[in-house]
């Protein structure tokens, strides 16, 4: 048994080497069957892959040439749609440059209307000035042309002689005297004649001072060469009439210097001087332009060469100097008038003390009345009420004490009265 133990351990595994031979041999086919029929499989589905590549890229040739037919068309749709977005874009922008341009410029169309409106308002009243002006001009020239009518008419009344322009002159030296403020016959007086040694003497005015003094003035003065220098149109002619106005202003200012007026008007305490009236300032400036010395030598004559401004300024001085005296007048009247004013009332004041203090004694019997009636008369009239009179309704009413006393003047005494004095007087009590 133990011999046999290790042939029959060799059978044993002879016989399982060659059931798992032959099993590996079954599970070799068996893979090998596997295989090839996985192989014939994977055959077949390359096969059927194949088949299919192929019809997938004959299909994706086709979606290829409908989608390249399909994007071309979307293309020009796009194009289409994008043309007419850009056609819509630019038209709209260009609405809106358009408002906004408007926009801007609408302030400057207001402004140019406004501007416009303006003009037409400057241009309408420049018209209407110019119509004016037009009409004023008319007129001046119409003026004009009558003031040079008239200043021919007084021209040829002038040259009618002496008299005319002394008596014109004469008007005219009454009229400065008048604006400036002197009254005729109180302030200064007209042709007057004066006795003196060489003869009887006439000055045009004598013009009355304050304080009693006077001064003349006269008016006589010659414009005939002053006339003819106007109508004069050759300048040499018109410079030698100029020259012999000139000359005719100094010899009248020798003249009257010579009549010596301010001696025969010593009593009256006149100044040393006589004034020359000229009744223009261009007739003196006319005859100072040829001879510049005149006013000097007019002044060391003791002549007052005066025209209508130069003299309204001087008879203006002179009504001022009336002014004054007449308030120096009036202030020592005014100063009388207080005095006498003070005196009145002073009597007045004593008056006034004398009755209030006869009210004040008054109101001091009526108090002791009052007293006396209450203490002595109404406590017995009050019984008839505690013993039942009939009084048929009336009372006897509460009659009340004074007790207002009556105000002093206490400015009336002597110790609170101010001083006052009027021009030097002293107050009188």
């Not at 609408?106 to 420049?126: I, N």
Request: aromatic letters at 6%.
């Amino acid at each position: 048994m133990n011999s046999l133990d290790p042939f029959l351990i060799l059978a044993i595994a002879a016989g399982v080497l060659a059931l798992a031979m032959l099993a590996w041999a079954l599970m070799e086919r068996r893979r090998a069957g596997a295989a090839e029929t996985r192989n014939w499989e994977l055959r077949e589905r390359y096969a059927d892959t194949e088949a299919r590549m192929r019809l997938f890229e004959d299909q994706s040739a086709a979606q290829s040439e409908y989608l390249r037919a399909q994007a071309q068309q979307q293309a020009g749709a796009v194009a289409e749609e994008l043309l007419k977005r850009t056609d819509e874009t630019f038209r709209n922008r260009e609405l809106m440059a358009q408002q906004r341009l408007d926009a801007q410029l609408k302030p400057v169309a207001e402004t140019l209307a406004k501007f416009e409106a303006q003009v037409q308002a400057v241009e309408k009243v420049r018209a209407e000035e110019t119509g004016g002006l037009k009409q004023q001009i008319a007129a001046l020239m119409e003026a004009s042309t009558a003031t040079q009518h008239e200043a021919r008419k007084l021209s040829a009344a002038l040259r009618r002689g002496a008299g005319v322009q002394g008596r014109w002159g004469e008007q005219t030296l009454r009229n400065v005297l008048e604006a400036a403020g002197l009254t005729a016959q109180y302030d200064f007086l007209e042709q007057f004649s004066l006795d003196t040694e060489e003869g009887r003497r006439r000055p045009d005015v004598k013009v009355k001072m304050p304080a009693g003094a006077v001064f003349a003035i006269d008016a006589k003065c010659s414009l005939n060469a002053f006339l003819d220098a106007q109508e004069h149109t050759d300048e040499a002619l018109r410079e030698a009439a100029f020259v012999r106005h000139a000359q005719s202003v100094r010899a009248h200012m020798q003249g009257l210097s010579a009549k010596a007026y301010w001696d025969q008007f010593a009593g009256e305490r006149s100044p040393d001087f006589v004034a020359m009236f000229v009744p223009g300032d261009g007739f003196l400036a006319a005859a100072l332009d040829r001879m510049p010395d005149l006013m000097t030598e007019a002044m060391d004559k003791r002549v007052l060469l005066v025209t209508p401004t130069t003299l309204f300024a001087l008879c203006k001085a002179v009504a001022y100097g009336w002014r004054v005296e007449e308030q120096a007048a009036n202030a020592d009247k005014i100063a009388a008038l207080g005095r006498e004013l003070y005196k009145r009332l002073s009597v007045m004041g004593g008056h006034a003390s004398s009755v209030g203090k006869a009210l004040e004694a008054a109101v001091s019997r009526y108090n002791q009345f009052v007293g006396s009636l209450e203490t002595q008369v109404l406590t017995q009239a009050r019984r008839f009420e505690e013993l039942k009179v009939d009084h048929e309704g009336r009372e006897i009413p509460e009659i009340a004490h004074v007790e207002t006393a009556v105000r002093p003047l206490s400015k009336l005494s002597s110790g609170d009265t101010p001083a006052l004095t009027v021009s030097g007087a002293a107050p009188t009590s």
